[in-house]
């Protein structure tokens, strides 16, 4: 359970927190962040609670533009970061939830992000990853009012990693 206030028809709840590239009015520099209910939570501002043995001497992945840097440090900083977050974001947590000026500057409303695209893609390009042509695609196999799957129409963040 989290103390952040979740709607239960949210396709963000503490189970999945999935990670993200935005940017922000008054921050433009596009970063990492999670969506946790209607809310992105800043992980450049909250780098310094990933402590962890993996994750101690990598909090820069952080504040990059993509999510490259943090995908390539593997499996245990994935659930090390997971755990980290499961932790700030607790109910029970007080680090996040008690300072009002760290949530004031780690919170944004998901109304109030740009989302940016999350990874740097090298050689190789999945091209039904483009939402044209997984239309096109779907026209082939299904009537053009119905081309894209649901999975088309939600929001720009990742699966969790």
Not at 42 to 50: A, N
Not at 80 to 90: D, F, G, M, P, V
Request: glycine fraction near 4%; proline fraction near 7%; include cysteine.
């Amino acid at each position: 359970m989290s103390f952040v206030t979740v709607e239960p028809s949210s396709d963000f709840p503490f189970q999945n927190l999935p990670y993200g590239i935005f940017s922000t009015p008054d921050n433009l520099r596009p970063r990492i962040g999670v969506a946790i209910g209607s809310l992105v939570l800043d992980l450049s501002v909250v780098k310094h609670f990933f402590d962890g043995p993996v994750l101690s001497s990598k909090q820069y992945v952080f504040e990059q533009p993509t999510l490259n840097a943090f995908m390539g440090l593997g499996r245990a900083a994935w659930s090390e970061a997971r755990a980290t977050l499961q932790k700030i974001l607790s109910a029970s947590e007080p680090v996040l939830r008690d300072d009002s000026d760290l949530r004031s500057r780690a919170f944004t409303a998901q109304e109030q992000v740009k989302m940016h695209l999350p990874a740097d893609i090298g050689d190789y390009t999945d091209f039904y990853s483009s939402k044209n042509h997984a239309f096109n695609v779907g026209c082939m196999f299904r009537d053009p009012a119905n081309a894209l799957n649901p999975n088309w129409q939600v929001s720009h963040f990742v699966s969790p990693i």
